[in-house]
């Protein structure tokens, strides 16, 4: 008898969505999948059919770990078999967890199994347990006809969104790196110091430590004055930016990988940006890592707005503050950025929401704002986001299509001030144009008793998914 068949035991029908894409997955893959969504009907005899496939038919029992299946007595027995039949096939079980199950409340015989986690990314958890089956040579099919995924979908209705023959332009929260400086300029320090501590004088400019090196983008006679009332430097040699992100650079006894110098690179335009953030009076509200939300502060623009330029070449004014007399806070639009210096090279936005107290300062209680968060702005769509971040860049950019991040003697890093947009031949049948107030309105939930402390450190209000179409 040959087994092939992925059993996937889980809660019907709570954890019915993750499990139909689960399934598409998996059978896109070449895997056969057999699960309780819609095989088991009416007159079939529930549990004998479940031994049957899983005694029989199974090389893998994956067991969706949730709040609701644990507490199913026929998930249960599912598991019990599984881990009965695992004495004969090794591994057997593969358990996943989708929600913020308690890992703690598993059966002793999971909870010394290795879980794979979707509960923070399904497709990371995918390519993990996918990994896992081929380490495991689960058998597959060569030939895979996609068509076979869409019996694991929901019926559409007459009225369901759908793919339609219209081209689409997409816009995403990428900003393209037009030019960086044209050289890696770097000093020795001419003392023991390491490890320069950043100072309100230093930090003028952005630096870097390496070994004996101080490095930046200005040239090496302002990064000597920068650090002359500290760490005596002298002039040592520059680097071609190009060559220095691509192959890397020995400098003596340090070898930096164009990994690592693609790294400090990215450091290098993460300070400029923060700077040029900061001399726009910005305010700053830190994350983890040392990660900083620029959001705007009350009565810095004129009535809260600002004037910006659709894609489509309307112009627009947005609300990027506002308050809330009902909960006595201010709102503020922000984002962080990241760098990256793959193709194309750019910096990646992402948008949050912070709120802030009658004495201007961020809510103190992370539980508050995470729950002020969860309820307002749940109206927000994609249209409103990405008016937001277009005016946002309007600001920082001045009006002009360009963002200048200064580094130091007239050089600069030039970042366009448009977002990349990408052409898709389809679109979506109800993706029309929305028409929308310039006045934000806050939408408040009046009961916050339905938001847990689960994740009270998650910082961000942001639109679904990384591109957005208009």
Not at 74 to 93: A, C, H, S, Y
Not at 314 to 333: A, C, D, F, I, P
């Amino acid at each position: 008898m040959t087994r092939s068949t992925i059993f996937i035991s889980h809660a019907n029908p709570e954890d019915n969505e993750f499990v139909r894409w689960l399934a598409s997955k998996l059978t896109l893959a070449g895997y056969v999948v057999w699960c309780d969504l819609d095989r088991l009907k009416g007159g079939d005899l529930f549990w004998n059919e479940v031994e049957s496939c899983l005694r029989n038919d199974a090389i893998r029992l994956v067991a969706v770990v949730s709040e609701a299946s644990y507490s199913k007595d026929g998930v249960r027995n599912e598991w019990d078999l599984g881990i009965t039949l695992e004495k004969q096939i090794p591994g057997f079980v593969v358990p996943v967890r989708i929600d913020a199950f308690d890992f703690s409340k598993l059966p002793i015989t999971i909870h010394r199994k290795h879980v794979i986690d979707f509960h923070r990314g399904w497709h990371d958890g995918l390519v993990k347990l996918l990994d896992t089956f081929v380490e495991d040579r689960v058998p597959r099919k060569g030939d895979v006809d996609p068509a076979t995924a869409r019996d694991w979908l929901p019926h559409q209705a007459a009225d369901a969104v759908t793919w339609v023959d219209r081209p689409e332009t997409l816009e995403s929260n990428w900003l393209p790196i037009v030019s960086l400086p044209p050289a890696i300029e770097t000093t020795r320090i001419q003392s023991g110091a390491r490890e320069v501590a950043e100072t309100s004088t230093n930090r003028k400019l952005p630096w870097f430590e390496l070994g004996d090196r101080i490095v930046g983008f200005a040239s090496r006679a302002e990064l000597i004055a920068l650090f002359k009332d500290s760490v005596p430097l002298v002039v040592l040699n520059a680097i071609d930016t190009e060559t220095f992100i691509t192959e890397g650079v020995s400098w003596g006894a340090e070898r930096v990988t164009a990994f690592d110098a693609q790294n400090r690179v990215a450091h290098l335009v993460r300070q400029a940006w923060d700077l040029r953030m900061e001399s726009l009076k910005l305010k700053a509200y830190e994350l983890s890592g040392r990660r900083f939300v620029w959001y705007m502060p009350s009565g810095l623009l004129a009535n809260n707005r600002v004037e910006f330029v659709e894609a489509t070449g309307k112009r627009r004014k947005r609300q990027l503050t506002g308050h809330s007399e009902k909960y006595k806070v201010n709102w503020h639009y922000g984002a962080t950025m990241q760098v990256a210096l793959g193709d194309p090279r750019r910096l990646e936005l992402r948008a949050h929401i912070i709120f802030t107290g009658a004495d201007g300062d961020p809510v103190s209680s992370t539980l508050r704002m995470h729950q002020l968060r969860r309820s307002f702005c749940r109206s927000w769509w994609n249209d409103r986001w990405r008016g937001f971040m277009r005016a946002y860049l309007a600001f920082i950019a001045n009006g002009t299509d360009a963002i200048i991040l200064p580094v130091g003697d007239g050089r600069a890093i030039s970042v366009g001030a448009a977002p990349l947009t990408f052409h898709s031949p389809k679109s979506l049948s109800d993706a029309a144009e929305l028409m929308e107030d310039e006045e934000v309105v806050l939408e408040p939930v009046a009961d916050f008793s339905e938001f847990d402390e689960e994740d009270p450190d998650s910082d961000d209000m942001e639109p679904p998914g990384g591109l957005n179409a208009p």
